[in-house]
């Protein structure tokens, strides 16, 4: 069963805006990570937050953590036609099993 | 390193044939795992090893599928018999650390 739900499904956006994706988990956490993925390729780690951590950046990526409310957001400022992809978040519980949302299909158009 | 590696990229079979699925993972990685992905399900985790050992298989849809770790540097997912509900693209990841995966390009298979 999938632990994280990412919201929106979809997303569209201009080259230079910013895209904001939503994770909501279920259960209680280690650590939740953020993947991005081409078509038709491999998924790619961009970024872990752990549990006792509220915010991370990484480049132009910006993470968010939020245990009470058992959600994550994932902020990429200044959009680039690359930056279109799938993107997922995923739950570790501290076993190293990875458990995946449903993703958000980002698309920037230039 | 070349990374995690997979093979075949891609596979055609026919319906009833035993297929297996090959992966390499990153060299000093103790941790492997492999997923399932399709656009109705999205990506499910199969069954992940640690030190290879199977330590979770409860996403194994059936006894038709079965996964091996004979040493730390490969591992196989065998699917017999096939059949066509089982077309999905296969992904193979490993980890050293827990600090995020590595998945290799993935496997399509398609079962006809």
């Known amino acids: 069963s999938q632990q994280g739900e990412e919201d929106p499904q979809a997303l569209s956006i201009q080259e230079g805006e910013n895209a904001t994706m939503n994770c909501s988990y279920k259960?209680?956490?280690?650590?939740l990570q953020w993947y991005r993925q081409n078509s038709g390729r491999g998924l790619v780690h961009l970024i872990l937050i752990r549990s006792n951590e509220r915010e991370k950046h990484s480049g132009r990526l910006r993470v968010t953590l939020d245990t009470s409310k058992k959600s994550s957001s994932l902020l990429i400022t200044a959009s680039r036609a690359a930056d279109t992809a799938s993107y997922f978040c995923a739950t570790d519980k501290g076993s190293y099993k990875l458990i995946f949302g449903s993703g958000t299909r980002l698309l920037v158009r230039p | 390193d070349a990374g995690v590696i997979q093979s075949p990229r891609h596979e055609v079979t026919e319906m009833g044939q035993e297929v297996t699925l090959r992966c390499k993972p990153i060299s000093g990685h103790n941790s492997l795992f492999w997923y399932r992905q399709t656009m109705m399900r999205g990506l499910e985790l199969l069954i992940y090893?640690?030190?290879?050992?199977?330590?979770?298989d409860s996403g194994m849809p059936e006894d038709r599928f079965s996964a091996k770790m004979p040493n730390a540097s490969f591992s196989t997912l065998k699917i017999q018999p096939s059949e066509p509900r089982d077309s999905a693209v296969y992904f193979c990841a490993s980890t050293g650390d827990g600090d995020g995966a590595f998945f290799g390009q993935g496997t399509r298979l398609t079962v006809v």
């Open positions: 090893f640690n030190n290879n050992v199977p330590i979770d």
């Open positions: 259960t209680s956490i280690n650590n």
